[in-house]
């Protein structure tokens, strides 16, 4: 059993939709919770990152943890087409300047105008 | 977020030779670190590149395979030698901010195909 389990997609939806991203977990040592969105060609770029359980908010994103579950989400609301995108979960157990990333499989997501 | 340089960003090589990838930071880091993304696959930790004493390998990964220099706050290569098809992927660095937390920010990543 993977460590990190994410659907792999394609997710395809309409613009202005709310899109729902999961992964589950099973090391229930993780604290750090993270979503990188990466478009073809590029590196990943941090999009959210949150420690614990709880919710966060930033404009059209929301990340939650339910720590209880062992699974976290990332909400896009009105989604856009340059949306689209693989969004990576990952997360980590240490503390203190970073650690190593356990990544999930990645969710391509497309949006379709 | 620190702007992350990698070269080459592309290359095309044949089996059996190496080749040496640069990342550069624009300010000092306290961790950098090197992953691989096979095609079609999630990113994979090799190593944390600590910098004045020798990297620290995931299991899979040895030193003699994939070398790792890091001589300062803001540098590192990593080298994939004697190379096969196998290790046709993107190899990225990642790094976490001096007086940051947790948060890790990658750079461009270098697409390797060996033929």
């Known amino acids: 059993q993977k460590e990190v389990e994410q659907d792999p997609g394609p997710l395809s939806v309409p613009e202005g939709a709310i899109v729902s991203l999961n992964c589950t977990y099973s090391?229930?040592?993780?604290?750090?919770f993270m979503w990188y969105r990466q478009y073809s060609r590029k590196g990943p770029e941090l999009l959210m990152y949150t420690y614990s359980s709880g919710n966060k908010e930033d404009g059209r994103f929301t990340a939650q943890v339910d720590k209880s579950s062992k699974y976290i989400s990332l909400f896009i609301r009105d989604s856009q087409p340059s949306d689209s995108a693989t969004y990576l979960c990952?997360?980590?157990?240490?503390?203190?300047?970073?650690?190593?990333?356990?990544f999930g499989q990645g969710t391509e997501l497309s949006v379709k105008p | 977020s620190a702007v992350i340089s990698q070269k080459p960003s592309r290359d095309i090589c044949q089996r059996g030779t190496s080749l040496t990838i640069q990342c550069q930071v624009d300010?000092?880091?306290?961790?950098m670190f090197w992953y691989r993304q096979q095609p079609g696959q999630s990113l994979t930790l090799i190593a944390t590149a600590n910098q004045g004493s020798e990297a620290t390998y995931e299991s899979g990964f040895v030193i003699d395979k994939f070398p790792i220099s890091r001589p300062n706050l803001t540098f590192s290569t990593l080298t994939v030698s004697n190379m096969s098809p196998e290790d046709s992927s993107i190899y990225l660095c990642?790094?976490?901010?001096?007086?940051?937390?947790?948060?890790?920010?990658f750079g461009p990543g270098t697409r390797l195909t060996v033929t």
């Open positions: 300010s000092q880091v306290t961790m």
């Open positions: 990642s790094v976490t901010k001096r007086g940051g937390t947790y948060e890790q920010y």
């Open positions: 090391n229930s040592a993780f604290q750090y």
């Open positions: 990952a997360m980590s157990a240490i503390y203190n300047q970073g650690g190593k990333l356990i």
